[in-house]
């Protein structure tokens, strides 16, 4: 039953997350919460990318790591030739690379911890996964460092100093938006944990 299956939905559904999410991440939330200007931590991106991990591993629950990976592959080829159009090309490029190495992390982690308690596979990849994600992404997009990757002379570099989350000490822009996403990022992969959980029995599963 597994093996017909078909990849199709997940591919699609990988390449509707990672899209959106490219689009998100330029955009800061606009919302202050007390003395903390939402917009100096955190992008609506925080709130979506995270479902890239939840699809992954349903696909690798699933079907297995291997057909976790094309499904990871295909995702990412869609979704960089969308975000060339949508985003700007360091966007693209910050985004492609992160994706493809944060979900191959994903798979790994996931395929070893998956006869384990059901929580500790999807949880504990998808953080590894984030973490791994965030911290390519932010720097290669918006680090001065990496501006040379805005092809057209558009530098969108965020290296001017805020404070860390809009409390702490003096950062650049870039390290508190990265900070504040990845901490989303974590509360939104608790909360993917319930929906795997209610999906995963009817699905099936792959061995190991």
């Known amino acids: 039953m597994i093996a017909q299956r078909s990849l199709a939905p997940f591919i699609v559904a990988m390449a509707l997350v990672v899209v959106a999410s490219n689009v998100l991440v330029q955009?800061?939330?606009?919302?202050?919460?007390g003395d903390v200007n939402l917009g100096d931590?955190?992008?609506?991106?925080?709130?979506?990318?995270?479902?890239?991990f939840?699809?992954?591993?349903?696909?690798?629950?699933?079907?297995?790591?291997a057909k976790a990976r094309k499904v990871v592959l295909a995702g990412f080829v869609i979704a960089?030739?969308?975000?060339?159009?949508?985003?700007?090309?360091?966007?693209a490029i910050a985004s492609g690379i992160a994706f493809l190495m944060a979900q191959l992390l994903d798979v790994s982690v996931f395929?070893?911890?998956?006869?384990?308690?059901?929580w500790r596979a999807p949880l504990i990849s998808s953080l590894a996964g984030?973490?791994?994600d965030t911290l390519i992404f932010f720097a290669l997009a918006f680090a001065p460092l990496?501006?040379?990757?805005?092809?057209?002379?558009?530098?969108?570099?965020?290296?001017f100093a805020v404070k860390l989350l809009g409390v702490g000490s003096e950062v650049p822009l870039w390290i508190s938006l990265a900070l504040g996403d990845f901490l989303v990022k974590v509360l939104v992969g608790l909360a993917m944990l319930l929906p795997y959980a209610a999906l995963a029995p009817y699905l099936g599963r792959a061995e190991a």
């Open 27 to 33: 955009y800061p939330v606009g919302f202050v919460l």
């Open 41 to 52: 931590i955190l992008t609506w991106g925080a709130f979506t990318y995270p479902v890239a």
């Open 54 to 65: 939840f699809v992954t591993d349903l696909t690798n629950r699933v079907f297995g790591p």
């Open 80 to 91: 960089v030739a969308l975000s060339i159009w949508l985003a700007s090309p360091r966007i």
């Open 111 to 118: 395929n070893a911890l998956r006869e384990g308690r059901w």
């Open 130 to 132: 984030s973490a791994l």
């Open 146 to 159: 990496f501006g040379a990757l805005d092809f057209g002379g558009e530098d969108g570099s965020l290296g």
